[in-house]
């Protein structure tokens, strides 16, 4: 009987080491064809793949090739600076540039013109105060700020056109200023018409009194809150001249304080790529343009091509520069001597993928301005999408043709007092 059983326990103890048995053998032949299928891929070396410039492919790292071409820019551009140096030898002169600015010492038209455009400033603010004390109507008052406008936009043109003693940069930045002062009055004019529609009652005193000082938790006073009309002051006028904006605010942000270090980092970027600027446009721009005069007179297409093609690259080089200069250097440098807050000069336009992204991007104040006075009323006033934006388009071709026509009067004057120099005319 206990054969019995012990045999009966054996046999199941063997049936159940015969599944285990099963199971390893199993697993061992599953190794050993994983094993085999890593042997036999060491000796595969194709797959199915894309090539990486292949659209499908989804490769976008491209950065060295970037660098690669940065690289062939630095060497082209590095043979075209020495073969300059080489043709012409030096020719950057500081004591040429005092030329620019003055011809007679004692004679200082284009400062002259600058100064008396306070008498367009002082002219707009009264108009406004009279406007919000109810002694000027909302009609008359428009037509004294649109003759005031036109006076801005005509009396320098006409003051550089007639007076022979200005000197062309000196009439270029004249007129730059005028422009810039023609659009800073037209928001300012704007942005007082809004805030009267929007005041439920009239107010009688300019008092800047009726500012109201903000309040922290604490009760500490923070920012004074202006409110329409105690922003009419000299004070809040000229703020704005000077804050790097044209688009004009009752209240705008402000800094909390002036950061030294980095005022002065910005202060030395003005001066170092100003000298930069002028440098490069006389060694390299002025002889361009003078060995371009012969090909244009003689309406030689392929010369001329040939010319232009040779002053794109300097053309661009001085331009990125100027860009750094003006939108990063002196606006920040401005902003933060002023605490103005607002440090948003420019976008991203360098990832521009169309041409709008890029003009909407590379000067914001600008954007910022035709979209807010000309753009957003024309919509309000029913004009349909395409309408408003080539009115944008026309009004910006129309200021950009006054710089235009400037930096042509200052090529002109450049041509005729530099044609015998020497080595300039050697092609």
């Known amino acids: 009987m206990r054969r019995r059983l012990h045999s009966g326990g054996g046999g199941k103890a063997s049936r159940t080491l015969s599944h285990k048995d099963l199971k390893e053998m199993k697993e061992k032949v599953e190794q050993e064809e994983e094993r085999e299928s890593r042997d036999s891929a060491g000796f595969s070396c194709h797959k199915l793949q894309e090539s990486l410039l292949s659209s499908a492919s989804g490769y976008s790292n491209y950065r060295g090739i970037l660098n690669w071409c940065v690289v062939m820019l630095i060497l082209s551009n590095a043979r075209l600076f020495l073969e300059n140096l080489i043709k012409y030898g030096i020719l950057v002169d500081p004591i040429q540039i005092v030329s620019l600015f003055l011809k007679d010492p004692y004679s200082w038209p284009a400062l002259c013109l600058v100064i008396a455009s306070n008498v367009f400033v002082i002219v707009t603010l009264q108009i406004e105060r009279r406007m919000a004390l109810g002694s000027l109507s909302e009609g008359f008052g428009l037509l004294l700020h649109t003759i005031t406008l036109i006076t801005i936009l005509t009396f320098p043109a006409a003051v550089v056109l007639t007076v022979r003693s200005i000197t062309p940069v000196g009439a270029v930045l004249a007129l730059m ?25 009239k107010v009688k005193t300019l008092s800047r009194s009726l500012s109201a000082p903000g309040l922290k938790e604490n009760g500490e006073a923070v920012q004074l809150v202006v409110v329409y009309p105690g922003n009419l002051t000299y004070k809040d006028m000229y703020y704005f001249l000077f804050a790097p904006t044209l688009c004009y605010e009752l209240n705008f942000p402000r800094s909390p304080r002036i950061r030294k270090r980095f005022l002065l980092r910005r202060m030395f970027e003005m001066l170092f790529f100003i000298q930069l600027q002028v440098g490069l446009i006389q060694q390299w721009i002025v002889p361009a343009i003078q060995n371009s005069m012969k090909p244009f007179r003689d309406m030689d297409y392929s010369r001329m091509i040939e010319r232009l093609l040779k002053l794109a690259v300097p053309n661009h080089l001085i331009w990125l520069i100027f860009f750094y200069w003006f939108f ?34 590379w000067n914001i104040p600008v954007h910022k301005w035709c979209s807010r006075h000309f753009y957003k009323p024309m919509l309000k006033r029913g004009v349909n999408k395409r309408m408003a934006q080539a009115g944008v388009f026309f009004a910006s071709a129309f200021f950009h043709e006054v710089r235009v026509w400037s930096s042509r009067f200052l090529c002109g004057w450049m041509g005729d007092h530099s044609v015998s120099t020497a080595g300039w005319g050697r092609d």
Do not use: P
């Open 177 to 201: 200023w005028y422009t810039i002062l023609l659009l800073k009055l037209f928001s300012y004019k704007d942005v007082n018409k809004w805030s009267r529609e929007l005041c439920k009652a």
């Open 328 to 361: 990063h250097s002196c606006m920040n440098f401005l902003a933060e001597l002023l605490q103005f807050g607002d440090r948003e000069f420019y976008r991203d336009w360098w990832n521009s993928e169309t041409v709008t992204y890029f003009w909407k991007n």
